[in-house]
């Protein structure tokens, strides 16, 4: 379905026409062969109800009631778009106008008095003016830095509620999640690295962190990214994918060779990252076969081969 749903966005840039002429409605004589004009029709278990022009109208001697100004709401609005129909339908209930709404695939039709035509096309603009006034405030942007010695408690904080459901075993954990102890050790161990301590924040508040720090093959140095973790009521908006470009994005302008983890292979495999085992690392544990994985960078020197250690504090 294709069609503008925001409703702030519809109100703000309909445009409404009036079409030539003026439109009745007309209850089809049963068995008479459609004729003229026909702009829009209802099939109802009563009958057919046909609107159209009234010059065709009184051209095929059928009769009305009703003789409506026909307005259309020039912005393509989906069908699927909720509040558009209530909001105008307000706005003319106030202005005391009555209104017959049409909905076609494109566009909502109005059908309003002919004599309060003229007054329907005000109060519509108007509509459209103040609600393109009322826009909201756009969302904040989000900023990612270096983390600041300030930020440690916020950071200690996140990754508690970002791992207090394990993604191991997808289960409540019972205290301090191990990921907050392992990053208090990782802030005072000598592989930390300040550069790779990133965090994201949002309005002031840090929503989201990162951090990698010096990990080898061999001499090979390499990072060793992880814990990264999201304000649980901000995950899935994409906070995690700019942690993980940011990082990846500061390894390769620092010259670094590669990037391993431990970690989900559905969610990393989309920056780049494959099973380690294939780039000739092997885990620090042979039970994370599969899910420990690397991203090479653009100085991958190739022909590595050994197992990877993490800083430290990963293993102490
Ligand atoms: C993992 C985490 C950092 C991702 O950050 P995020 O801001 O939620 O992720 P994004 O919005 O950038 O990306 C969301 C996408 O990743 C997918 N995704 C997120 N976490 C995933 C996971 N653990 N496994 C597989 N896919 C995952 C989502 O399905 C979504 O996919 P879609 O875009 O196709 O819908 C965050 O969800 C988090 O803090 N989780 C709890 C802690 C955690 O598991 N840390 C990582 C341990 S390896």
Known sequence: ?????????????????????????????????????????????????????????????LSYDFVAAWITLEVHSSLEAVGLTAAVGAALTEAKISCNVLAGFHHDHLLVPVADAERALEVLHELAEDSGQQRPVPAPALELRTEQPADRPAILALTAAAFAVSPVTGLPVEGEPEEVGLLRRLFDCEEYLPEFSVVAELDGEVVGHVISTRGWVGELELLGLGPIGVVPRLQRHGIGTALMNETMARANAAGERGIALLGSPEYYSRFGFVPSTTLGVEPPESAWHGHFQLLPLAVWPGGVSGTFRYAGPFTG
């Open 1 to 61: 379905m294709t069609g503008e749903k925001d409703l702030h966005t519809l109100l703000a840039t309909m445009h409404p026409v009036r079409r030539d002429g003026e439109f009745v409605y007309v209850l089809w004589p049963h068995g008479k062969p459609l004729a003229g004009g026909i702009a829009a029709a209802v099939r109802e278990a009563e009958g057919l109800t046909v609107v159209m022009l009234r010059a065709d109208a009184d051209g095929l001697g």
